[in-house]
T-cell receptor, first 114, second 115 residues
């Protein structure tokens, strides 16, 4: 069965410093991986996805993610964090089967201190 | 370009009641998926509708049912509400013809509280 794991419940980083939010995956077949962000009392906003091709995927708001097949990881990164990046981040994988059903991780709360 | 919209924003019900949540997909999208997000957890897939039929269903009881209309909008119905049904219900839309790779775009959600 497809699954993703987000090993950190919370990540703290100072504004201006680089940030990394970790995600590892377990899939049968090719992995289709996604990152979403959720602000308080809001729905999910799409950040980026990896389907195939370059291992470094660039997304919205300056975020990028690095796909690493040997380590089965898909970590979210940003070179310089902003206070406004503080939110809940979810990694997701497309399930095997006929639809694009997503399986989500448990989420990582990113806190950026001024 | 309108994104995914959901109504109502908040809803309070009592145990045993029935509720209907509504979703309009992003312009140009024809597929609607519903997810339940309990407090402190990631979203869990309920089901997906395409061409007015349920295409896939997650591990949810029959109390959860849905419908898709010819204009691609969708409803989620929950009967015999339980306290454990309290959650944020998210609707997501995508293109059915690109089912394997297309991105799902989410609405703001409906917060359901069952007392």
């Amino acid at each position: 069965a497809q699954s993703v794991a987000q090993p950190e419940d919370q990540v703290n980083v100072a504004e201006g410093n680089p940030l990394t939010v970790k995600c590892t995956y377990s899939v049968s077949g090719n992995p289709y991986l996604f990152w979403y962000v959720q602000y308080p009392n809001r729905g999910l906003q799409f950040l980026l996805k990896y389907i195939t091709g370059d291992n470094l995927v660039k997304g919205s708001y300056g975020f990028e993610a690095e796909f690493n097949k040997s380590q089965t990881s898909f970590h979210l990164k940003k070179p310089s964090a902003l206070v406004s990046d503080s939110a809940l981040y979810f990694c997701a994988v497309r399930d095997s089967g006929a639809t694009n059903k997503l399986i989500f991780g448990t989420g990582t709360l990113l806190a950026v201190q001024p | 370009d309108a994104g995914v919209t959901q109504s109502p924003t908040h809803l309070i019900k009592t145990r045993g009641q029935q509720v209907t949540l509504r979703c309009s997909p992003k312009s140009g999208h024809d597929t609607v998926s519903w997810y339940q997000q309990a407090l402190g957890q990631g979203p869990q897939f309920i089901f997906q509708y395409y061409e007015e039929e349920e295409r896939q269903r997650g591990n949810f009881p029959d109390r959860f049912s849905g419908h898709q209309f010819p204009n691609y909008s969708s409803e989620l119905n929950v009967n015999a509400l339980l306290l454990g049904d309290s959650a944020l219900y998210l609707c997501a839309s995508s293109l059915g013809s690109l089912v394997s790779t297309d991105t799902q775009y989410f609405g703001p959600g409906t917060r359901l509280t069952v007392l």
